[in-house]
């Protein structure tokens, strides 16, 4: 078709495109991409919106290193018509398909809002939906509900996600943003208290079970700890309304077997000027990621808290550099043994200032073991390129570091 001549895009436009599709051969599934690619939002009639929306639930044939799911395709092109199909279709089409294109109307009944939209969205989402046709989160789909004009419904939409495994953190992220923005009032906080506080005390004792039944799995709680990171600006909120303080959920969390998870209720009665004993300060701040996170917590704080000697300067920077190599994406787990070398001045480039040497080792059977003692790097920037001690000087390895750093297009402030 000749979009010059005839701007409009219609059921048998739609139809060509998915016979391409179902052709089991390279070339027809790039033209159908291709051509979905160049269709507009704006140039879809009422049938061939609709055709678009019975495509996406539609089943097409992988090819070899195909990274195009051409049903997606047809989603994102209805994102920008938010409007132009009916959400009791979206729902129908949203039960039949797979997880991707599922996430994709999600989004796309977020964009439409309105009574139409959120009721749809409190049909898949909300207490009465099926658990197992909700899709995993794999980024802030409803967001675009910020905006929508009935705060008061979507608020009580987010509520019922906290509880639904893997949305917690959306939820609460899109909660505090909401009342950001504005009060959500009093009767939409005192909605929020129970399931808040049931959920920050389920987690908190699945993170404890997970420190009593770790074994040689390092961080089985890494899940449950961050779901319930996720939740600690709500419980902040929450504990700061009306100057009133209901304590229990940081009591809660400050007494985990977990020194992280103890590290948010410490930081979270401290900001409310709640008094928490040096002596348990000083538990939580001997784990090293326990200590940077209440310091991270608490920085910015209108007062300055007075914290035990295990949080000093050296002992912060120590903190920063296990965080750094306990990620999934280094490490993924604390070193066995990690002590610092040296103190070396770093001139300007990526920014002046010290950085710290620390070296580290695991024990077997961790595929880092046969390396023995390695060196990682504190300071103007965090990193390591998992070099021998003895490859180098001090020094050395901070220049090793920091130009490996500089190597990434994406690392340009020297950031780990």
């Known amino acids: 078709m000749d979009q010059r001549t005839d701007p409009s895009i219609g059921v048998d436009d739609v139809a060509e495109v998915r016979a391409l599709l179902r052709r089991n051969d390279r070339a027809a599934r790039d033209l159908a991409v291709a051509t979905i690619s160049s269709w507009q939002a704006h140039r879809l009639d009422v049938l061939g919106a609709r055709a678009v929306l019975e495509a996406a639930g539609g089943s097409y044939p992988s090819l070899p290193e195909d990274d195009v799911v051409p049903a997606v395709r047809f989603v994102e092109l209805l994102w920008d018509a938010p409007r132009a199909v009916d959400p009791a279709e979206v729902v129908r089409v949203h039960l039949i398909s797979g997880e991707r294109v599922q996430r994709g109307l999600l989004h796309l009944l977020a964009l439409r809002g309105g009574d139409e939209g959120l ?9 009465d939906a099926d658990p197992w ?8 789909l409803l967001r675009p509900l910020l905006v929508q004009a009935d705060r008061a419904r979507v608020a009580r939409l987010l509520i019922d996600l906290l509880e639904l495994p893997g949305w917690s953190w959306h939820a609460a992220e899109l909660l505090e943003q909401l009342d950001s923005v504005r009060d959500l009032g009093e009767e939409i906080w005192t909605e929020l208290s129970v399931p808040l506080w049931g959920h920050v005390a389920r987690l908190t004792n699945e993170c404890d079970q997970a420190m009593r039944g770790r074994g040689s799995d390092w ?18 909120r929450q504990l700061g309304r009306d100057g009133g303080l209901v304590v229990s959920p940081a009591l809660a969390m400050l007494a985990s077997a977990d020194p992280r998870v103890a590290a948010f209720g410490a930081a979270t009665l401290l900001r409310h000027g709640e008094r928490v004993a040096p002596e348990r300060l000083e538990l939580i701040g001997r784990d090293p990621i326990a200590r940077i996170e209440l310091a991270d917590l608490l ?29 999934v994406h280094e490490l993924g787990r604390l070193p066995d043994e990690l002590e610092h070398v040296a103190a070396v001045p770093v001139e300007p480039r990526h920014g002046s200032g010290v950085a710290q040497v620390f070296r580290f080792r695991l024990h077997a ?8 003692w390695m060196v990682g790097v504190v300071g103007p920037f965090i990193g390591t390129c998992y070099a021998a001690e003895g490859d180098d000087t001090p020094r050395g390895h901070v220049e090793m570091v920091r130009n490996a750093l500089a190597d990434w297009p994406d690392r340009a402030d020297g950031a780990a």
């Not at 009721?119 to 207490?127: F, K, S, T």
């Not at 046709?133 to 802030?140: E, N």
């Not at 000697?309 to 920063?320: C, K, P």
């Not at 059977?365 to 023995?372: N, T, V």
């Open 119 to 127: 009721a749809a969205l409190e049909v898949l989402l909300g207490p």
């Open 133 to 140: 046709g909700i899709p995993r989160l794999t980024s802030p």
């Open 219 to 236: 961080d089985t709680g890494r899940v449950e700890r961050e779901s319930l990171a996720a939740l600690v600006p709500l419980v902040d």
């Open 299 to 327: 920085d910015g704080t209108g007062d300055p808290v007075r914290l035990p000697a295990v949080f000093e300067d050296l002992a912060l920077d120590e903190g920063r550099l296990a965080r750094h190599l306990a990620a």
């Open 365 to 372: 059977p961790h595929w880092s073991s046969a390396r023995g």
